[in-house]
């Protein structure tokens, strides 16, 4: 059974045969994303004013190098920090965007595809009716075939009743699976 993993893909093993994307698992993980980005931007709220001016240990020349490297080394790593703080944003929107998109992709293929399944339907009942109409008709005349070729006179019905009957098994089946994952 393929595994789905928290950001709604459907994968076999680690070789990502096919991919299957959720909706509403993808807006999840899109909102998971913006709780873990206000939860670090806390965090790095709370702890900036005490890593971005750090007061030297002393009054000598080397405490005041080295509380202004640490200083200088926080600025940096918030600067980043805004930048991975966009990406991540971006990358939310992305996904709550392409989770829309998906939805109404399937929303909108999903009647198609109902109309695929009542022709296809439809057209196994033709065969059907075919069938039965070949049969009554070859009935009439049957005794005027000769002996030897009696037997073959209702082979089309045959093949017709085999063929409306593969063609509605094989399209239950394709039918259902398609129709459930939409």
Not at 54 to 61: L, M
Not at 135 to 152: C, E, I, K, S
């Amino acid at each position: 059974m393929p595994a789905i993993d928290p950001a709604g893909f459907m994968y076999r093993g680690g070789d990502m045969a096919y991919v299957i994307a959720t909706p509403d698992l993808m807006a999840a993980g899109a909102a998971d994303l913006e709780t873990i980005a206000s939860t670090v931007q806390a965090a790095h709220l709370a702890a900036a004013p005490a890593t971005v001016a750090v007061a030297p240990a002393a009054a000598d020349e080397v405490s005041g190098a080295i509380a202004s490297l640490f200083s200088q080394q926080a600025q940096d790593y918030y600067a980043q920090a805004r930048q991975v703080a966009a990406s991540q944003e971006q990358f939310a929107r992305n996904l709550t965007a392409s989770a829309a998109s998906y939805a109404s992709t399937e929303d909108a293929i999903r009647p198609l595809l109902l109309g695929v399944d009542t022709g296809v339907r439809q057209a196994s009942g033709s065969l059907l009716y075919m069938t039965i109409a070949y049969f009554t008709w070859a009935q009439t005349w049957y005794d005027l075939v000769p002996g030897q070729l009696q037997p073959f006179v209702f082979l089309p019905s045959l093949v017709f009743l085999l063929d409306a009957f593969f063609l509605y098994a094989f399209w239950g089946v394709v039918a259902t699976s398609i129709l459930d994952a939409v």
